[in-house]
């Protein structure tokens, strides 16, 4: 069975830094597109990042670019997502997904390739909260 599992979250003071890891497991992990979304209280689910099943392709929404780096170990079956300058606005819960079709696309993770729907495989989240 497919699955992911983000790990990594925590409690930081804003302008620190978190490393978030999400590791897949059934499917062959280097032949999709992996996402990071987030969902703050009251709020939609949000896309923020993706990742080209090779790694050579990586794309943000313009709120965390600069700050926020993704990446992805193959051999690891893992993807990360370091974020560096953190803010209370990104309090949030951080969840990773798999793009349906083998290969995918990631070019605009806020708006065609940021789709909840074209994504089958999620993780059950994990909280970040930037608090001082």
């Known amino acids: 069975q497919a699955q992911v599992v ?3 979250g925590g409690l930081v003071q804003p302008g620190g830094s ?6 897949g497991s059934g499917f062959t992990f280097g032949g999709y597109v992996v996402s990071w979304f987030r969902q703050a209280p ?4 949000e896309p923020i990042s993706c990742i ?3 790694g050579y392709n990586t794309n ?8 926020f780096t993704i990446s992805r170990d193959n051999m690891r079956n893992t993807v990360f997502l370091q974020m560096n300058s953190l803010k209370p606005e990104d309090t949030a ?9 083998l290969y995918g696309r990631c070019r605009d993770i806020g708006g065609r390739d940021g789709r909840p ?6 993780g059950r989240g994990t909280q970040v909260t930037v608090s001082s």
Do not use: T
């Not at 978190?18 to 590791?23: G, M, P, T």
């Not at 009251?42 to 689910?45: D, L, P």
């Not at 943000?60 to 700050?67: E, P, Q």
């Not at 990773?96 to 079709?101: D, F, H, L, R, S």
């Open 60 to 67: 943000y929404i313009d709120s965390v670019k600069g700050r």
């Open 93 to 101: 819960v951080y969840f990773c997904a798999v793009q349906k079709p």
């Open 18 to 23: 978190l490393k978030l890891s999400c590791e």
């Open 6 to 8: 983000e790990s990594g």
């Open 117 to 122: 729907e074209d994504y089958d495989v999620w």
């Open 42 to 45: 009251g709020k939609e689910r």
């Open 52 to 54: 080209s099943h090779s």
